[in-house]
């Protein structure tokens, strides 16, 4: 069992613990269900922020405003889910997010290797400028059964875990992406009980690769987006959002 796989196991049993413990669980307990899965002392944070956004208090503890805004979107998603409405706070968390300046291609690298060597700091602003692309893969994945705010918390908590578990030497993209993408179809397969979350975007990524290189040769001439959506029969939206995605994962340089 992998580490992301471990957490929401460890996370499952923490909530239930805290529902026959009248909503109130101690550090001890909570470092006792993630021993074993090699958490910072940070993901231990994060964990105690999850679970008080979902109405676990927990004994001497009290996590930071910022740490509790990565999952404040799912503290309304049974509300959400009522109504049918979007959450106020994933409209909050939206908004959030606009006032967050991505860091630049050229810092990243910095950024990573700051990381690398035990900078918090920097492991922070990977994070902080990667939650937009956690919002726009959950995109991906609507209509499937899950909200966008289960699908960006599992995002979130995917995108937390991947700064531990990066390669280096390793595309840093390609990485977070493909941890993102995993821990949104297992969420889909979780609730909705569902074998087959379609497919993913690295599928359909690979897809349109295929579809370029055989265009390309048969019109002798570069595709466009409409001739691509035809040729793989999904949409011209689809198409446009692949190439964006594609080349953001793609472009270190």
């Given at each position: 069992m992998n580490e992301q796989a471990q957490l929401k196991e460890a996370l499952g049993a923490l909530l239930s613990l805290a529902s026959v413990s009248e909503g109130m669980l101690t550090m001890d307990q909570i470092l006792d269900a993630c021993e074993g899965i090699g958490l910072t002392d940070k993901q231990v944070e994060m964990v105690c922020a999850y679970l008080e956004m979902n109405q676990v208090k927990i004994q001497g503890f009290a996590a930071s405003e910022a740490d509790k805004s990565l999952f404040r979107d799912g503290a309304a998603a049974a509300d959400e889910e009522k109504t049918g409405a979007d959450s106020a706070y994933f409209k909050m968390y939206l908004q959030e997010l606009e006032g967050i300046h991505p860091y630049t291609?050229?810092?990243?690298?910095?950024?990573?290797?700051?990381?690398?060597?035990?900078?918090?700091?920097?492991?922070?602003?990977?994070?902080?400028?990667?939650?937009?692309?956690v919002?726009?893969?959950?995109?991906?994945?609507?209509?499937?059964?899950?909200?966008?705010?289960?699908?960006?918390?599992?995002?979130?908590?995917?995108?937390?875990?991947?700064?531990?578990?990066?390669?280096?030497?390793?595309?840093?993209?390609?990485?977070?992406?493909?941890?993102?993408?995993?821990?949104?179809?297992?969420?889909?397969?979780?609730?909705?009980?569902?074998?087959?979350?379609?497919?993913?975007?690295?599928?359909?990524?690979?897809?349109?690769?295929?579809?370029?290189?055989?265009?390309?040769?048969?019109?002798?001439?570069?595709?466009?987006?409409?001739?691509?959506?035809?040729?793989?029969?999904?949409?011209?939206?689809?198409?446009?959002?692949?190439?964006?995605?594609?080349?953001?994962?793609?472009?270190?340089?």
């Open positions: 291609d050229e810092e990243e690298q910095d950024l990573i290797d700051a990381m690398l060597a035990g900078d918090g700091a920097a492991k922070e602003q990977l994070i902080e400028g990667n939650l937009h692309r919002v726009q893969m959950s995109q991906e994945y609507l209509g499937q059964g899950v909200l966008a705010a289960d699908l960006v918390q599992e995002g979130n908590m995917a995108l937390i875990l991947a700064m531990e578990t990066y390669v280096p030497g390793t595309n840093f993209r390609i990485h977070l992406l493909t941890e993102m993408e995993n821990a949104m179809v297992e969420a889909i397969r979780e609730q909705t009980g569902s074998m087959d979350a379609g497919h993913t975007l690295a599928a359909d990524a690979n897809a349109l690769m295929d579809a370029t290189e055989a265009l390309a040769e048969e019109l002798e001439r570069e595709a466009t987006a409409e001739e691509l959506a035809e040729y793989l029969h999904i949409s011209k939206e689809r198409v446009e959002t692949l190439v964006k995605i594609s080349l953001d994962a793609m472009n270190l340089d």
